[in-house]
């Protein structure tokens, strides 16, 4: 059973940065990929980016270029991503998301975690 | 970017009943796609896969279909527990979601 459970939530002010993390039981950390999806109420989620640990290398969505990092760290079996530049916009529900590559769902997320809740406010 | 569309926006309906809900993306997604439940206050549950494939413990009423850019998620006999919202997502190219159905008991 794979449990991933995300970091409280934040409230952050205009301009500044937030670290969100997803600490993964339960399963493989290092052959999965791990994904970010923010929902802001009342819309459908929105992509930010994923990683495969095993390969150290993150993909973003181009909404979030520049903006966003996510890295995992294996020793913690742990996954993190940072907002940087923070608006009033990306006041969301931000999810963590696990694919098992070895499954037969593959690359859809099938475990999620319980969501961190980001305001962003001055 | 891949748009995908859905529609309707919001679908009421009775128990019992059956619920059609569409997904259309802006460009061929081949069969890259998939279906989500998310109830208020928790995170997506993912129910089908490669537009077709139940993932385990779903219930047969719930069944995919469709390819390249038109795609149907049926829920062939509501229950009470299906009233939520919908989300289709591509993985053909990166991924995106739609903007959700609303499935609302009538």
């Known amino acids: 059973q794979v449990l991933l459970v995300q970091s409280g939530a934040e409230v952050k002010e205009p301009g500044s940065s937030v670290r969100v993390s997803c600490k993964a039981s339960?399963?493989?950390?290092?052959?999965?990929?791990f994904g970010w999806v923010r929902q802001v109420p009342g819309r459908g989620p929105e992509w930010m980016g994923g990683?495969?640990?095993?390969?150290?290398?993150?993909n973003y969505g181009q909404n979030f270029q520049g903006r966003v990092t996510i890295t995992a760290d294996e020793s913690t079996s742990t996954a993190y991503m940072d907002l940087r530049g923070l608006r009033s916009e990306d006041t969301a529900m931000y999810f963590c998301?696990?694919?098992?590559?070895?499954?037969?769902?593959?690359?859809?997320?099938?475990?999620w975690g319980q969501g961190t809740l980001v305001t962003v406010s001055s | 970017e891949i748009v995908l569309t859905q529609s309707p926006a919001t679908v009421s309906l009775s128990p019992g009943e059956r619920a059609t809900l569409s997904c259309r993306a802006s460009?061929?997604?081949?069969?890259?796609l998939a279906w989500y439940q998310q109830k208020p206050g928790q995170a997506p549950r993912l129910l089908i896969y490669?537009?077709?494939n139940r993932t385990t413990g779903v219930p047969a009423r719930f069944s995919g279909s469709g390819s390249g850019t038109d795609f149907t998620l049926t829920i062939s006999s509501l229950e009470p527990e299906d009233f939520a919202v919908y989300y289709c997502?591509?993985?053909?190219?990166?991924?995106?979601f739609g903007q959700g159905t609303k499935l609302e008991i009538k």
């Open positions: 460009q061929s997604v081949g069969d890259y």
């Open positions: 339960g399963g493989p950390f290092s052959s999965v990929s």
């Open positions: 990683i495969i640990p095993m390969l150290a290398t993150a």
């Open positions: 998301a696990r694919a098992d590559l070895s499954s037969a769902t593959a690359r859809y997320y099938d475990s």
């Open positions: 997502q591509q993985r053909s190219h990166w991924y995106t």
């Open positions: 490669d537009a077709s």
